[in-house]
């Protein structure tokens, strides 16, 4: 098992930035994949961005590409999301999660196996 703990959420302008972090123990070397998805109130959980583990090769949302970051400090066990150029639709409750698995897609949420408890991002026009 992986326990995974955010942090790094806050309440921003428009045009601000913020870095997320999550850091996980346990069974680390067993995940092959994390993630950061995020959930707003009455909206279903949607994945933000994605990384292997090893080649730490990252994938995004479009909605995010070229404003968001991900990355993996594997020395300090650590996983990052550094969001810049902050939009209003970006305010959402931020999750971190891991999974064994490669092969699946990576923005599908019921394929991952640990998730942390979320930290929250609030966005103000």
């Known amino acids: 098992q992986v326990q995974l703990v955010e942090s790094g959420g806050g309440s921003v302008q428009t045009g601000g930035s913020l870095r997320l972090s999550c850091v996980r123990s346990?069974?680390?070397?067993?995940?092959?994949?994390m993630a950061w998805f995020r959930q707003a109130p009455g909206k279903e959980r949607e994945a933000v961005a994605a990384?292997?583990?090893?080649?730490?090769?990252?994938f995004y949302a479009d909605s995010v590409k070229g404003r968001f970051t991900i990355s993996l400090d594997n020395t300090k066990n650590t996983l990052y999301l550094q969001m810049n150029s902050l939009k209003p639709e970006d305010t959402a409750m931020y999750y971190c999660a891991a999974r064994r698995d490669v092969a699946p897609m990576w923005n599908d949420k019921g394929t991952y196996d640990d998730w942390g408890q979320g930290t929250q991002v609030t966005v103000s026009s």
């Open positions: 346990g069974d680390t070397n067993s995940r092959k994949f």
């Open positions: 990384i292997t583990t090893r080649q730490r090769y990252p």
